[in-house]
């Protein structure tokens, strides 16, 4: 049974939090949203500056909200790839530095097993094997779970994320930034079959389609048109039928390609994991595919669906657990295969 304090600041979220195996202690995110939307994206410098001004009270907040004290704190983790380097080095630096001087051992964690074990926190009996679904700003891959620790990737996407396609479609909408959660919203009151937009299929030399990469950047260009198609009739934008569109070809395409994962390997649930995890029209689309074929799908709970640090220390206990241990001369890197 590890205790174990995270931090992640891969990118614009600084997060404190301690969690002993799968139970969370305390939960502490501190968004820099409000200061990247006057530029409508994450801008690399302002994130690491903005850790190194909110790191140190995050952390004797995430202490102070526990009622532990660092005796009880069996190991110190923080998130180590991939993500903007300056901003990584911020956390890394403060967890190695945590780790020296308290004599813990520390674990550097990718920030792709943290969305992965998100669902672990919702469900604390969920073991391997599994099938994940990792749909964030920055990735979209289809994992094959074997066992703890032991990832084999079915497939990808082969250009934007599902993330990035939500936020570049806002960008073009006028909606503002981040785009998933305003996108969502708006599918709500919106019909999604409305327009009918491309899934972005992968062909293969061979024939057929790829079962589980993923394209979305013909999707994004598809919605560019149709706005310019629309727009040059005059008529008020349909915004909300746009979205709802949109939104419903990225449900189809992931839950497609999630089931077709789970059924190829012959596993009975399929997790979820990252910010669109999030995702309403996701969530339905999914829930109602796998009925069908009696499979079981885990959705972390909301707060553990966008960046934090619980999902990252409940990945470093487990490690702990197996007798993991990082290297103080560990470095960040911004990008690294699972
Ligand atoms: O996992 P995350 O917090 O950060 C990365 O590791 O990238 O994911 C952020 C992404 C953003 O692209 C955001 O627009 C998207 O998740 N997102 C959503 C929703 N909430 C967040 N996308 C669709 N629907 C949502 N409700
Ligand atoms: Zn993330």
Not at 78 to 95: H, N
Request: aromatic share 6%.
């Amino acid at each position: 049974m590890a205790t174990v304090l995270a931090i992640e600041t891969s990118c614009d979220e600084t997060a404190v939090a301690i969690v002993k195996n799968r139970e969370v202690s305390s939960n502490v995110v501190s968004s820099q949203i409000a200061v990247h939307q006057q530029y409508g994206g994450v801008v690399p410098e302002v994130a690491s500056r903005s850790h190194l001004e909110v790191i140190d009270g995050a952390i004797a907040q995430a202490l102070a909200e526990s009622q532990l004290s660092w005796a009880d704190i069996d190991g110190i983790a923080a998130t180590c790839t991939p993500g903007l380097v300056g901003a990584l080095l911020v956390g890394l630096t403060a967890g190695k530095t945590l780790a020296m001087l308290h004599q813990k051992p520390f674990l550097g964690i990718h920030h792709l097993e943290g969305h992965l074990y998100a669902s672990y926190l919702g469900e604390p009996s969920l073991e391997p094997p599994f099938i994940c679904l990792l749909v964030s700003g920055g990735h979209t891959s289809l994992i094959d779970v074997l066992d703890s620790g032991c990832y084999e990737t079915l497939g990808q996407t082969r250009d934007d994320a599902a993330g990035e396609a939500f936020d570049k479609v806002a960008r073009l909408l006028k909606l503002g930034y981040p785009g998933g959660p305003i996108i969502d919203r708006l599918a709500k009151s919106g019909n999604p079959k409305a327009f009918k937009l491309p899934e972005g299929k992968i062909g293969l030399p061979s024939g057929g389609y790829h079962p589980y990469d993923t394209s979305f950047s013909g999707l994004k260009t598809a919605v560019l048109r149709l706005v310019e198609k629309l727009k040059a009739t005059g008529e008020e934008l349909p915004v909300n039928d746009i979205a709802a569109s949109f939104q419903d070809t990225v449900a189809r395409a992931l839950s497609k390609r999630a089931i077709a994962g789970a059924r190829d390997r012959d596993r009975d649930t399929i997790v979820v994991g990252g910010g669109v995890a999030a995702n309403s029209g996701l969530r339905q689309h999914l829930l109602a595919d796998a009925a069908s074929y009696n499979l079981r799908v885990l959705f972390p709970p909301l707060k553990y669906c966008t960046d934090n640090a619980a999902m990252i220390a409940c990945a470093a206990a487990d490690r702990l657990n197996r007798g993991d241990r990082s290297p103080l001369t560990l470095g960040a890197q911004s990008r690294m295969a699972l």
